[in-house]
């Protein structure tokens, strides 16, 4: 879960990701990684089944998460600042009628309607942590009343990051208009690193 830096500009800039994804067609290796493949299967596992009647996705990259997730909902849009990502992941969720991908960022781009569950995986760290703070309180906007948010994050170092994994986790448990449901913690000792998913109520 390093996608490395970018030369001279601000490596969270939306040209930053689009330059990424021009240069690489999957930059984290989301479709090939044994290691990301664990991560889809253990957060496919705290979510649960569904249905899920209105699930939103925003960063949803290439669209290897959203196929996964997509059979899972009535209803699923998913978005991504970067135009290559959002068609390789309206090619890749091409059979499934249900999910729109559209482009868009957070925290402006949210669905109209309540969602029963938000994905926020590995994109907190993209903000500072004031930012982050009125992401998560947008997005927590879009909950319906017994609405959820999940996801992952990486505990390792990138020079990317504006914030580390285990703070972006600490902005959603501390956010008032939520509660932790479920956390998990996975740990590659070899690499020195791992995640942390987690599971959030509306308040
Ligand atoms: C590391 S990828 C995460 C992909 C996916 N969510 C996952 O867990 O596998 C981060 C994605 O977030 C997108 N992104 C960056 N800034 C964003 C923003 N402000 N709003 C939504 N997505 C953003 C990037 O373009 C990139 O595709």
Same mark, same amino acid.
């Not at 089944?49 to 059979?71: K, N, Q």
């Given at each position: 879960?390093? #996608? *490395?830096?970018?030369? #001279?500009? %601000?490596? @969270?800039?939306?040209?930053? $990701?689009?330059?990424?994804?021009?240069?690489?067609? !999957? +930059?984290? *290796? $989301?479709?090939?990684?044994?290691?990301?493949? =664990?991560?889809?299967?253990?957060?496919?596992?705290?979510?649960?089944?569904?249905? /899920?009647?209105?699930? /939103?996705?925003? #960063?949803?990259?290439?669209? &290897? /998460? @959203?196929?996964?997730?997509? +059979?899972?909902?009535?209803?699923?849009?998913?978005?991504?600042?970067?135009?290559?990502?959002?068609?390789?992941?309206?090619?890749?969720?091409?059979?499934?009628?249900?999910?729109?991908?559209?482009?868009?960022?957070?925290?402006? %781009?949210?669905?109209?309607? +309540?969602? %029963?569950?938000?994905? /926020?995986?590995?994109?907190?760290?993209? $903000?500072?942590?004031?930012?982050?703070?009125?992401? &998560?309180?947008?997005?927590?906007?879009?909950?319906?009343?017994?609405?959820?948010?999940?996801? @992952?994050?990486?505990?390792?170092?990138?020079? %990317? =990051?504006?914030?580390?994994?285990?703070?972006?986790?600490?902005?959603? !448990?501390?956010?008032?208009?939520? @509660?932790?449901? =479920?956390?998990?913690? =996975?740990?590659?000792?070899?690499?020195? !690193?791992?995640?942390?998913? *987690?599971?959030?109520?509306?308040?």
């Amino acid at each position: 879960m390093n #996608g *490395g830096t970018m030369n #001279g500009e %601000d490596p @969270t800039s939306p040209i930053a $990701f689009e330059r990424r994804y021009q240069g690489c067609e !999957d +930059p984290w *290796g $989301f479709a090939t990684d044994a290691y990301e493949q =664990h991560r889809y299967a253990q957060l496919l596992a705290a979510i649960g089944p569904g249905p /899920f009647a209105a699930a /939103f996705e925003p #960063g949803c990259s290439i669209g &290897v /998460f @959203t196929a996964l997730l997509g +059979p899972r909902c009535v209803e699923l849009l998913a978005t991504d600042p970067s135009p290559t990502a959002v068609a390789a992941a309206a090619r890749r969720c091409a059979g499934l009628d249900h999910v729109r991908v559209e482009p868009g960022a957070l925290p402006t %781009d949210l669905p109209a309607g +309540p969602c %029963d569950l938000i994905v /926020f995986s590995e994109l907190g760290y993209y $903000f500072d942590e004031a930012r982050l703070a009125e992401v &998560v309180t947008a997005v927590v906007d879009r909950l319906g009343p017994q609405g959820r948010i999940a996801g @992952t994050h990486w505990i390792g170092r990138s020079a %990317d =990051h504006r914030i580390h994994g285990e703070q972006v986790h600490a902005v959603l !448990d501390t956010h008032r208009g939520l @509660t932790i449901e =479920h956390r998990e913690r =996975h740990e590659r000792r070899a690499q020195g !690193d791992g995640y942390l998913l *987690g599971v959030w109520r509306r308040r």
